[in-house]
């Protein structure tokens, strides 16, 4: 079997050695699977590997050896959040309620037929927080993930540990989901690329839901290259939201000797930094971008944006109409029933939360119109200041240690990436590089609905310009 080195191996890099008969697909897996077996015990990011992973890739060996064809994932090993249906591996969403009637569907949910129809092979399913309801990596399956920059860090939620495994080079590429910025905040905190895509793209048949108008599935990358050549195969062509991208791809455009400029940023300094270190790095960061020849930044003030924002929140409201509906058709169970026989882990925040709301009818009425004036005030500034998107810290902190962790921490955490989701917006959360201590710290860029290419994009010229990601040291 030929030596592979699996540090950021991209898409292209894969195909490009398959037509050079460097290695094939089979051999892949077995490298990416000998590299799980050997690092992910100091991690903990995988729940599961896929018992026919090798045969299927076998199997699309066998295809390309007859059609020399490669298809847009062909041979791509894909990590997948345990609340994604897959057929062959139970799904367990995070939680030792499902221990004792493990759920295995009868079908792959619909985002995992289309991988498997690009040519990708699911590899394995990752680490969440139960019912993927907290900011944190704490599950009753799983207890902690660690955060491959340090391991006495958490990796973030609650797609925590696809994102602890892209960024540890555990497989190519990885998918998870995003309520409240449940992609972008481990992507933040572990160095790696997260994208919310505008919801409604992506197909929902066979994930489990917290906030039904805020959740969506969406890639987890080391490069926005790859975010773009997955979010091409998870987009359903059938939504009634689709619009063909530019050039056949979202990542026709991302050519680095050619980029696509120039970009104008909004900067919002509203959603900064909570601590020194962060701050240091970020004002360093905008220097840069202020200084290339490409980039345009405008500070803007928005006046009540956060007194706003918060009024315009339903994920409790919602979370707990839209998640104990599931658990009671779906799982045999209710939240009331998980919040009274405390079966969710202490530290957790959002299943307390949202058992206990108490929001009326009245109140979401309200929160309905504050985030419809949030959207029109968002807008109005964007169109005054003449720029395409904003950017903000997508955290205003670095990942925390575990001990520090509580339900308040969870509740009052400054995740910026709330906004975004507030506002059913798309948004990408791009690496900028680390704190002077070593921890990843992660770049917000949010667009208008429908605006995922040029948010790639916008994305793209900064990860050239900054160039923010590097592996961990983890051998």
């Not at 955060?147 to 497989?171: E, K, V």
Request: proline share 7%; with cysteine.
């Amino acid at each position: 079997m030929p030596r592979i080195d699996l540090s950021e191996l991209t898409i292209a890099d894969v195909h490009t050695a398959f037509h050079r008969g460097d290695y094939n697909a089979a051999e892949l897996v077995q490298a990416y699977l000998t590299r799980i077996h050997r690092v992910d015990p100091r991690l903990n990011a995988i729940l599961v590997l896929n018992p026919n992973a090798v045969q299927e890739a076998e199997a699309l060996d066998d295809a390309f050896r007859a059609s020399r064809t490669l298809r847009p994932l062909h041979g791509v090993p894909v990590l997948v959040k345990d609340n994604i249906y897959t057929s062959a591996m139970a799904t367990t969403y995070g939680s030792k309620v499902t221990v004792s009637r493990p759920h295995l569907p009868l079908d792959d949910a619909q985002v995992v037929k289309q991988l498997q129809d690009a040519g990708a092979i699911i590899l394995g399913k990752t680490t969440l927080p139960d019912w993927a309801t907290d900011y944190f990596s704490a599950s009753t399956v799983s207890t902690w993930t660690q955060n491959p920059y340090d391991l006495a860090r958490d990796p973030g939620g609650s797609s925590s540990g696809t994102a602890a495994g892209i960024a540890a080079n555990l497989a190519l590429v990885g998918v998870g989901t995003d309520t409240g910025g449940s992609i972008r905040l481990p992507s933040s905190f572990c160095n790696v690329v997260g994208m919310r895509p505008t919801v409604g793209l992506i197909s929902l048949d066979g994930v489990s839901p917290f906030v039904g108008c805020q959740d969506t599935v969406g890639p987890v990358c080391r490069t926005v290259t790859d975010a773009a050549r997955l979010l091409d195969t998870l987009i359903l062509p059938t939504s009634p939201l689709y619009l063909a991208p530019k050039g056949g791809s979202y990542a026709a455009h991302l050519l680095p000797d050619s980029l696509p400029g120039p970009v104008h940023l909004g900067h919002l300094p509203q959603l900064g930094a909570d601590d020194e270190a962060v701050k240091a790095l970020f004002t360093q960061v905008l220097t840069r971008l202020r200084g290339h020849a490409s980039v345009t930044v405008h500070d803007l003030d928005i006046p009540s944006l956060s007194s706003t924002l918060a009024e315009a929140s339903i994920m409790l409201s919602r979370g707990k109409q839209d998640l104990d509906d599931f658990l009671q058709t779906r799982v045999g169970t209710s939240l009331k029933t998980i919040y009274q026989d405390h079966a969710y882990p202490p530290t957790n925040f959002g299943i307390p939360a949202a058992a206990m709301d108490a929001s009326t009818l009245t109140d979401r009425d309200k929160a309905s119109n504050a985030r419809d004036a949030l959207d029109r005030i968002i807008t109005t500034h964007l169109q005054q200041a003449g720029v395409e998107v904003l950017v903000f810290l997508t955290a205003g902190r670095a990942a925390p240690r575990r001990e520090e962790i509580t339900p308040q921490m969870g509740a009052t955490f400054p995740v910026h990436a709330m906004l975004a989701s507030t506002l059913q917006w798309p948004a990408i959360s791009v690496p900028i590089g680390f704190t002077a201590t070593g921890l990843p710290v992660g770049l917000e860029i949010l667009g208008r609905p429908l605006s995922d290419q040029r948010l790639l994009e916008v994305a793209f010229v900064i990860e050239q310009i900054i160039q923010g990601r590097r592996p961990p040291k983890l051998d």
